[in-house]
């Protein structure tokens, strides 16, 4: 079983193979964590994205990292929160499921995670941090990664990863 654990941090600074993007349906940019991953990357990330033809809600794609610490950037789109009745769950976890299949792919053994679709998208970080932790549970050992950070960028969602990492894996009934 992988590593699982929360940091507190910025996601650009993150020394591991694969950094995941909380991206839009462009990939061309845009604020938060996307924003702050193409400054630190550079314009070759953006100029790599172009040639991507962007990528639905749920799915993701790979970039090479350029000049950040990280070998790869994974861009992923999680779903803008409108309630709960429009597949943002199953398109959340999609999110973290597609990201394990490109550290894969990509022979990753480690991995870091912003708090996808709970800032502009406004996903309800409790909730989303139960999906995004069930998610990896899941599959991380599908893949090869040894490491996953769940990185915080405040406090508060800090507290919301560490209480749910302390509790014990959930085993799925049936
Ligand atoms: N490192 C780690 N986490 C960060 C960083 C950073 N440098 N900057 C922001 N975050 C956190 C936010 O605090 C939030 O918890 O990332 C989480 C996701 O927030 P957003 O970046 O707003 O992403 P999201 O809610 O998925 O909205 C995506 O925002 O930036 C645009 O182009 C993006 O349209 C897309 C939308």
């Known amino acids: 079983m992988a590593e699982l654990i929360a940091v507190q941090g910025d996601i650009t600074t993150m020394r591991v193979d694969a950094i995941v993007n909380a991206a839009n349906t462009s990939l061309l940019g845009g604020g938060g964590v996307d924003g702050a991953i193409h400054r630190a990357a550079g314009p070759e990330l953006l100029a790599e994205c172009r040639k991507l033809g962007g990528c639905e809600t749920g799915n ?4 090479p990292g350029f000049h950040l610490p990280a070998k790869w950037v994974f861009h992923v789109v999680g779903p ?4 709960g009745g429009h597949d943002e769950d199953d398109l959340l976890s999609n999110c973290y499921q597609r990201c394990l299949e490109l550290a894969k ?4 053994r480690s991995i870091a995670f912003p708090a996808i679709s709970t800032g502009i998208y406004q996903f309800p970080p409790k909730r989303a941090a139960r999906i995004a932790i069930d998610t990896v549970r899941e599959h991380v050992d599908a893949s090869d990664v040894e490491v996953v950070r769940f990185v915080c960028f405040d406090r508060e969602t800090l507290e919301i990863y560490e209480h749910i990492l ?3 894996p959930r085993v799925p009934i049936g």
């Open 80 to 83: 803008v929160w409108q309630g």
């Open 60 to 63: 993701g794609k790979a970039t």
């Open 105 to 108: 792919a990509h022979h990753v």
């Open 166 to 168: 302390e509790e014990p």
